[in-house]
């Protein structure tokens, strides 16, 4: 019987080879496991943010909204949302106005599913009493939503709520508001 006998050239081709074997399996495993990947479907999902509103979400959602105005007060019951933003001292109010109302309805009815209506009210806010005075409001139904009305409100300038648009979104318009648009428009 012939005994093996272990030599300095073999000491380095036998690591050597090894290690390529060992390569070569595990080549092997990780594109027949990227084969299976690509086949494999998820056990579990994460969790995605709903794209609705609720109780637990409304402060996060509004929030992000880039307003010009300050939210004053916000709550949502039943599929209504309902919102007062304040206009303060200092601010060009039709221009905000204008603004954050096309804001409000696309995030109501273009962005989220749930809103039924839309209740939302811009108050004046005295700087020397703190009293609030509301100057608009708009009382929007999901059922009765007509995108186009979106599209006309961006359009505005510095003109009179069109009937239209008063009547599509059931604007309350105030005294204060119009005395508001004429100091605007006349000055």
């Given at each position: 019987?012939?005994r093996?006998?272990?030599?300095?050239?073999?000491g380095i081709?036998?690591?050597?080879?090894?290690?390529?074997?060992?390569?070569?399996?595990?080549?092997?495993v990780?594109s027949?496991?990227?084969?299976v990947e690509?086949?494999?479907?998820?056990a579990?999902?994460?969790?995605v943010?709903p794209?609705g509103l609720?109780?637990a979400?409304?402060v996060?959602?509004?929030?992000s909204?880039?307003l010009?105005l300050?939210i004053g007060?916000?709550?949502?019951e039943?599929?209504?949302?309902?919102?007062?933003?304040?206009?303060t001292?200092?601010?060009?109010?039709v221009?905000?106005?204008?603004?954050?109302l096309?804001?409000?309805?696309?995030?109501s009815?273009?962005?989220k599913?749930?809103?039924?209506?839309?209740?939302l009210?811009?108050?004046?806010?005295?700087?020397?009493?703190g009293a609030h005075?509301?100057m608009l409001?708009a009382?929007?139904?999901?059922n009765?939503w007509?995108h186009a009305?979106?599209k006309?409100?961006k359009?505005?300038?510095n003109?009179?709520?069109s009937?239209r648009?008063?009547q599509?979104?059931?604007?309350?318009?105030?005294?204060m508001?119009?005395k508001q648009?004429?100091?605007?428009e006349?000055?």
């Amino acid at each position: 019987m012939r005994r093996f006998r272990f030599t300095p050239a073999l000491g380095i081709w036998i690591p050597a080879l090894i290690t390529a074997i060992c390569f070569l399996v595990l080549a092997a495993v990780h594109s027949v496991s990227g084969a299976v990947e690509g086949r494999s479907i998820a056990a579990f999902h994460p969790a995605v943010a709903p794209s609705g509103l609720s109780d637990a979400n409304l402060v996060d959602r509004l929030s992000s909204l880039p307003l010009d105005l300050n939210i004053g007060k916000a709550d949502w019951e039943d599929g209504t949302l309902l919102v007062d933003l304040k206009i303060t001292d200092g601010q060009d109010p039709v221009r905000m106005v204008l603004g954050d109302l096309t804001k409000m309805l696309a995030f109501s009815f273009e962005d989220k599913q749930n809103v039924s209506q839309l209740y939302l009210r811009f108050v004046a806010v005295d700087p020397w009493t703190g009293a609030h005075y509301l100057m608009l409001a708009a009382n929007v139904k999901r059922n009765e939503w007509d995108h186009a009305l979106l599209k006309e409100l961006k359009q505005m300038e510095n003109e009179p709520f069109s009937d239209r648009l008063v009547q599509g979104l059931h604007l309350t318009i105030t005294n204060m508001w119009i005395k508001q648009f004429n100091a605007e428009e006349n000055g």
